[in-house]
């Protein structure tokens, strides 16, 4: 099984802390690049000969697309690839395009998972992310997303200045009244080339504080455990049966196809490409995408780096189908059990769950150098 991500790089406005690849200024060019990432989507469509489980819209802003620029890729995808009949097909999108126009087209068109930019039900919070949606936005698009079978997601974003505890309750609290499946919390991060990591940087804003930080994850983490939510990666929850199957892929090593400017693609053995992060580039196709091939190395960091951000761990089957522990590793590894940082399960080792914030700077110390 394997996976398709297209990376749509429009995005009305650019939210303060984001780093992702996007443009705010695309009419000028918009047909072509959609017409130049489905062409890409056909000349590389024989790298991808498994069935295909997975298809997600991200960006950017995928939900700004016309009903018809979306049927397209769609149409595309069915005509290129086998696609399971059970497939999760993802759009993201932002409260305000909840409207009953767009519902109705995705429904159609096959989508049957949302996942909800929320970010946080503080409007005078949503005006410093600068946002271009209100809590009122959200309520109204969650209030008609009742009338359809759409699996939701919704995202939201903790560690914020200014945030309280009452304002993460307030989101949190949407739970009770809505049928939100999944959840993805993330901590608010200071990115290089973002308008926040400038503000820091000179004196109009603070810096990030962790202690607020770890306060917002651990009252998140117990919220959403009372409601039946399974914390089964560090960023991520669901209720039972409704994991997300994209970014699971991406955890267990799987193939997956990223199109688009700024896409990354894995063939699920050792090569991974990525796509420039330039939209004029890639419009000219010319020194447009890098590849490299994961050295033994590579593949064994890989392992420990997504492993451990998931509640299932390393496995042991894993660790041996890359030539097991050297010396100094299980040294370190078993250092870290003796601090209580990773457990030892029947099938291999996790991270203890009182740690999952620091998980990228435990995997690390499993690294290997080259």
Not at 256 to 263: H, M, R, S, T, V
Request: net charge negative.
């Amino acid at each position: 099984m394997a996976g398709i991500y297209i990376h749509i790089p429009f995005c009305r406005k650019k939210c303060t802390y984001c780093d992702f690849h996007f443009s705010t200024t695309f009419q000028g060019y918009r047909g072509e690049m959609l017409l130049k990432m489905i062409e890409e989507l056909e000349n590389r469509a024989q790298e991808i000969q498994d069935p295909i489980e997975s298809v997600y819209f991200g960006g950017g802003t995928p939900s700004l697309l016309t009903p018809d620029e979306i049927g397209n890729f769609l149409l595309a995808i069915r005509s290129q690839f086998s696609l399971s009949t059970d497939a999760e097909i993802t759009l993201e999108v932002n409260p305000e395009d909840l409207i009953l126009e767009n519902l109705d087209a995705w429904w159609r068109l096959g989508f049957n998972r949302l996942s909800i930019g929320v970010q946080t039900m503080n409007d005078e919070l949503l005006t410093w992310m600068n946002r271009n949606h209100r809590a009122t936005d959200t309520r109204k698009g969650l209030d008609l997303l009742q009338q359809y079978a759409f699996s939701v997601s919704i995202d939201l974003i903790f560690g914020v200045p200014q945030q309280t505890e009452a304002d993460l309750e307030e989101l949190l609290a949407l739970i009770d009244t809505y049928p939100i499946a999944h959840v993805s919390a993330y901590a608010l991060t200071q990115e290089p080339q973002t308008l926040l990591h400038h503000r820091v940087k000179t004196g109009k804003e603070p810096q990030l504080n962790d202690e607020q930080q770890v306060a917002h994850y651990r009252l998140v983490e117990q919220a959403l455990s009372t409601r039946g939510f399974e914390h089964y990666e560090v960023s991520n929850y669901a209720k039972p049966e409704k994991r997300a199957v994209h970014n699971g892929n991406y955890w267990k090593g799987k193939a997956y196809l990223g199109l688009g400017p700024g896409a990354h693609s894995f063939d699920g053995k050792r090569t991974r490409r990525w796509n420039v992060s330039n939209n004029a580039q890639y419009l000219k196709q010319q020194d447009w995408y890098e590849e490299e091939t994961l050295s033994a190395d590579n593949q064994w960091n890989e392992l420990w780096l997504t492993g451990l951000r998931t509640q299932h761990g390393v496995t042991i089957e894993r660790i041996d189908a890359l030539g097991g522990f050297r010396v100094e590793e299980q040294r370190m590894l078993e250092t870290l059990i003796k601090q209580d940082k990773i457990h030892l399960q029947h099938n291999g080792y996790c991270l203890a769950q009182d740690h999952w914030l620091a998980a990228d700077g435990i995997s690390m110390q499993l690294f290997r150098a080259g």
